[in-house]
């Protein structure tokens, strides 16, 4: 969103001003950080997505889908392993369907259950799909593979914290 | 949005299957746990916020414009430093200003630059608003202090290698 970079790091700044007027400032300094890069990595991996038709949620269906034993899950189950609300699924999976990436269809003994099941288009796309992220690194820069590896378990202690898991 | 914990962590099983039928999953690993903790921070914070009428971003504004010396700074520079949008700044203002929490004025010797300026209402709003989501430590959990301030060091890398400051 810069047209060009700042000077200084401005969440540094934002937690020297905390500090001296508020209080402790680690967390939010984390927070605001957490914020920032998230927009980066979203505008990054969207734009690399675009030429694909997907967004990120989209992508991320296909790839559930497509890592399943049986190509298909009930649409429950994705919102899980998505961590997304049943009303988000519905919407992402209606927009995949479309655009003939998935196709809906009954579970084989569980009337109540509706599968989403991955499609020979929808593969294809998921594979290039994920040339294009992995390409950009996902927009995931500056650091290196056991650093990204060091912040992906500082960020699994948050969402354990959180209640997303037990183990 | 899980109504119960996951008995396994989502973002380590999907990285297994990635190392497994795409290749290293280490930047896929944390770009996915930057998203979701994202969500979940977003979550805690706006539900602490909206008995206070404000939503992150614009109570990320208010704060800004409190550490200012003046109280009040060009709609430009507040863009700069929240990494926003020049339309995403004038909306923010523009809900800040009907709820009287700011005013624009006119800059006193550039007449071509408007500025915001915090009005006591909107300080108080600022600091009440302040102890809530320092309340519920904007939602960040699980973290030693030690921790969370090398949360934020490894993402100031992603961030500067995204162009967002220099020093």
């Known amino acids: 969103m810069s047209p060009r970079p700042l000077p200084f790091d401005p969440i540094v700044r934002a937690a020297e001003l905390w500090t001296a007027r508020i209080g402790p400032s680690t967390t939010m300094a984390a927070v605001t950080s957490i914020m920032r ?5 979203q505008s990054a991996v969207d734009g ?40 988000s699924v519905t919407n992402i999976v209606d927009r995949l369907e479309a655009d003939g990436l998935v196709k809906r269809t009954p579970h084989p003994t569980d009337r109540r259950t509706t599968l989403a099941e991955i499609t020979d288009p929808g593969r294809d ?18 650091l290196t593979d056991r650093q990204t590896a060091a912040l992906t378990d500082l960020l699994a202690k948050v969402r354990k914290a959180a209640g997303d898991f037990t183990d």
Not at 37 to 41: A, S
Not at 52 to 81: C, D, I, K, N
Not at 125 to 142: C, P, S
């Open 37 to 41: 890069v998230q927009q980066i990595l």
């Open 125 to 142: 796309r998921m594979a290039a799909a994920t040339e294009a992220v992995t390409g950009i690194e996902f927009g995931l820069r500056g």
């Open 48 to 87: 690399a997505l675009k030429a694909h038709g997907l967004t990120f949620a989209r992508y991320e269906a296909l790839v559930l889908l497509v890592f399943s034993r049986r190509g298909s899950l009930p649409m429950r189950v994705m919102g899980e392993r998505l961590q997304l609300h049943p009303t």
